[in-house]
T-cell receptor
Framework: DSGVTQTPKHLITATGQRVTLRCSPRSGDLSVYWYQQSLDQGLQFLIQYYNGEERAKGNILERFSAQQFPDLHSELNLSSLELGDSALYFC?????????????FGPGTRLTVT | AQTVTQSQPEMSVQEAETVTLSCTYDTSESDYYLFWYKQPPSRQMILVIRQEAYKQQNATENRFSVNFQKAAKSFSLKISDSQLGDAAMYFCAYRTQNYGGSQGNLIFGKGTKLSVKP
């Protein structure tokens, strides 16, 4: 157990819908990363937050957005869902924002869009 | 932009034998980190081993060791005395070294699926 929690574990929804994925980082970790794992694209970085502020953006679609709240939990919002958005979404956390700090991964949220 | 390539989609090893998984990467940076992650059927991402590019000595963690060839941009993982529990997807990953900076995302390869035969 990495100490990073993600809810829900599984999510099934229809095309065009909107969902919210939640991540609680390890106690004391200020930085949160979101990654998407799909059959087509593999594992790719979406976005990073540090202490409530966005720090880096990867291949995140405009239909997707994220935020980190004062209690440091983070949410990833996916809207106008398409079949291709079906994937495993990971959250990872680290103490700081720089590459010096290890990233610890949560168990992931499996999203299925039908 | 940095890229990570794993040229072996699948590998197989007999229990108790040794197997080597290959990884190459492309970067113009001189300082960076390299990682191997294991993803068993549970889908949990587990850090296996980490290598800092400035260190010439190859990292080792129990039965896992790496062969880091910086000039060749190669980073292979050797698993000795393979066990049934080693069966998993293995991902090679790159991370920029940004001293005190604010970005630290991982760049992953496509993965190698390792099967262990009893």
């Amino acid at each position: 157990d990495s100490g990073v929690t993600q809810t829900p574990k599984h999510l099934i929804t229809a095309t065009g819908q909107r969902v919210t994925l939640r991540c609680s980082p390890r106690s004391g970790d200020l930085s949160v990363y979101w990654y998407q794992q799909s059959l087509d694209q593999g594992l790719q970085f979406l976005i990073q937050y540090y202490n409530g502020e966005e720090r880096a953006k990867g291949n995140i679609l405009e239909r997707f957005s994220a935020q980190q709240f004062p209690d440091l939990h983070s949410e990833l919002n996916l809207s106008s869902l398409e079949l291709g958005d079906s994937a495993l979404y990971f959250c990872a956390s680290s103490v700081g924002a720089s590459s010096t700090y290890e990233q610890y991964f949560g168990p992931g949220t499996r999203l299925t869009v039908t | 932009a940095q890229t990570v390539t794993q040229s072996q989609p699948e590998m197989s090893v007999q229990e108790a034998e040794t197997v080597t998984l290959s990884c190459t990467y492309d970067t113009s940076e001189s300082d960076y980190y390299l990682f191997w992650y294991k993803q068993p059927p549970s889908r949990q991402m587990i850090l296996v081993i980490r290598q800092e590019a400035y260190k010439q000595q190859n990292a080792t963690e129990n039965r896992f060791s790496v062969n880091f060839q910086k000039a060749a941009k190669s980073f292979s993982l050797k698993i000795s005395d393979s066990q049934l529990g080693d069966a998993a997807m293995y991902f090679c990953a790159y991370r920029t070294q940004n001293y005190g900076g604010s970005q630290g995302n991982l760049i992953f390869g496509k993965g190698t699926k390792l099967s262990v035969k009893p």
